[in-house]
Nanobody
Framework: QVPLVESGGGSVQAGGSLRLSCAAS????????MGWFRQAPGKEREGVAV????????GYADSVKGRFTISQDNAKNTVYLQMNSLKPEDTAMYYC??????????????????WGQGTQVTVSS
């Protein structure tokens, strides 16, 4: 079974909103941390937001602070990323990840052992 499955991506105009979902199963959701990462063509994968599964937000990328919100619903084994006031520079493939992680920002890719397949977000001007 695929441990993490993202959904909710799409194409929107600048200023619009999208809500990404990450459905987890088995061990991934018992990991200490879950996060959202994104990667644009020609750029490195970067952390967007990380949450501690036990209560608490670890952090957000400076570029999304005030616009994005990460949250979780334990009953549904799901983590969300609410994205508001989207900008063209937010265009990227967004990935959900889970792992032991760490309690500081920025997150390290090696700290996340489980990854989803990604969902594309495209923002037009």
């Amino acid at each position: 079974q695929v441990p993490l499955v993202e959904s909710g991506g799409g194409s929107v105009q600048a200023g619009g909103s999208l809500r990404l979902s990450c459905a987890a199963s088995g061990y991934p959701y018992s990991s200490n941390y879950m996060g959202w990462f994104r990667q644009a063509p020609g750029k490195e994968r970067e952390g967007v937001a990380v949450i501690y599964i036990g209560g608490g937000i670890i952090g957000y990328a400076d570029s999304v602070k005030g616009r994005f919100t990460i949250s979780q619903d334990n009953a549904k084994n799901t983590v969300y990323l609410q994205m508001n006031s989207l900008k063209p520079e937010d265009t990227a493939m967004y990935y959900c990840a889970a792992g032991r992680g760490g309690g500081s920002w920025p997150p390290k890719l090696r700290e996340f052992g489980y990854w989803g397949q990604g969902t594309q977000v495209t923002v037009s001007s």
